[in-house]
């Protein structure tokens, strides 16, 4: 595998490599001098598109960590603005040498085009494109989500994969790279997922995904559930009004404090409540559910420079392994729950 393009082509062999590599890499995070010898001499170009904090900060920590030569560079204050095309701006870095870019753009397939297209040589790690993938997040997620699965299960060494884990992931689907990624991830690692959202932010076509829908959070709740990962309300891609109001989808699809409460009321003392950030305060959650011990918002982040380090490590040391694309067919067949 020479690029990480998204998680529907990802096996479970090569996302277990890289959860397992990230397990080690978060040991490097623990040390005093957080540094390994591993990419010196390699240069990791971070080719950004759309605005980042966590995505863009956590690769060049990973990229530094692994003692990557790192150049950063934003199409704000470049000349994109003067109408230089992809093609040029990806030529134009791998000049300099470019071992791997990674890339996060507006349009859903540009890292796969610059992947595919032969324009450059370097491998390709996308960090978001469009409402299509989010990878990196969907493994960071997933590295979460095993750590407490484990601890939960109360064995001492972290295991393989997610199985009989019951997730729900609640909010703007439509619009979400982020839920599509961890869809197609937590299915090849055996998790069970539920979507949870209005129907006017579910895609044309989630029937097809190997997840189950519900319009209804808090019936979705009372199923029993060991993580809950709200989505960022994405009102910059929003061209239309997909919901009546804030208030109203606060009250209906928010996680807030009545919720939080909720999870008490029904004893699931260990679900995790989660966001991919940024997060839009007392809309998708509240601060109360997302200052709660229960939340792991910052473990996320904390976990997404360790999953950073293995990604790139795997792809420029060539020890990703070379499996079969994993074939995008459900397993199970979708079903749509509350269709009222
Ligand atoms: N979760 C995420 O992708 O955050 P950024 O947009 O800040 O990178």
């Known amino acids: 595998m020479r690029h990480l393009l998204d998680t529907e082509s990802l096996s479970l062999e090569n996302a277990i490599q890289i959860l397992d590599t ?6 490097v995070g623990e040390r005093e001098i957080k540094k390994l010898p591993a990419l010196r001499g390699r240069t990791v170009v971070n080719l950004f598109f759309e605005d980042s904090t966590r995505t863009r900060i956590s690769f060049e920590a990973a990229a530094k960590r692994l003692s990557a030569d790192v150049i950063n560079f934003s199409a704000k204050g470049s000349s994109v603005s003067k109408g230089e095309s992809l093609k040029d701006t990806a030529q134009t870095l791998e000049a300099m ?15 796969a085009q610059l992947a595919n297209s032969g324009w450059i040589d370097a491998a390709v790690i996308n960090a978001g494109d469009g409402t299509h ?3 990196t997040q969907a493994l960071l997620d997933a590295f979460t989500m095993r750590a407490h699965w484990s601890k939960i299960q109360g064995t001492a060494s972290v295991g393989a994969d997610l199985a009989g884990m019951r997730v729900l992931i609640v909010g703007d689907v439509l619009h979400s790279r982020v839920a599509r990624s961890n869809v197609w991830l937590l299915r090849t690692l055996g998790a069970h997922v539920t979507l949870v959202a209005p129907p006017t932010l579910l895609p044309v076509g989630v029937e097809h995904w190997p997840c189950e829908v519900s319009y209804d959070l808090d019936a979705a709740l009372e199923t029993g559930v060991d993580a809950v990962m709200m989505l960022r309300v994405q009102a910059e891609r929003m061209n239309a009004s997909f919901f009546p ?8 699809w928010g996680f807030d404090d009545a919720r939080l409460a909720k999870l008490d009321a029904l004893n699931l003392k260990d679900t995790i409540i989660m966001h991919p950030g940024p997060m839009n305060r007392g809309l998708e959650i509240s601060s109360a559910a997302a200052d709660s011990p229960r939340s792991t918002v910052l473990a996320q982040v904390r976990n997404g420079v360790s999953v950073r380090m293995a990604a790139l490590y795997l792809l420029l040391s060539g020890e990703m392994r070379e499996t079969p694309a994993q074939l995008a067919v459900p397993s199970t067949l979708p079903s749509v729950k509350d269709p009222s």
């Open 22 to 27: 990230a397990q080690e890499m978060s040991a």
């Open 97 to 111: 040498s470019a071992d791997a870019v990674v890339i996060r753009h507006w349009a859903s397939g540009a890292p």
């Open 133 to 135: 993938a989010h990878p």
């Open 245 to 252: 109001s804030t208030r109203e989808y606060a009250r209906r």
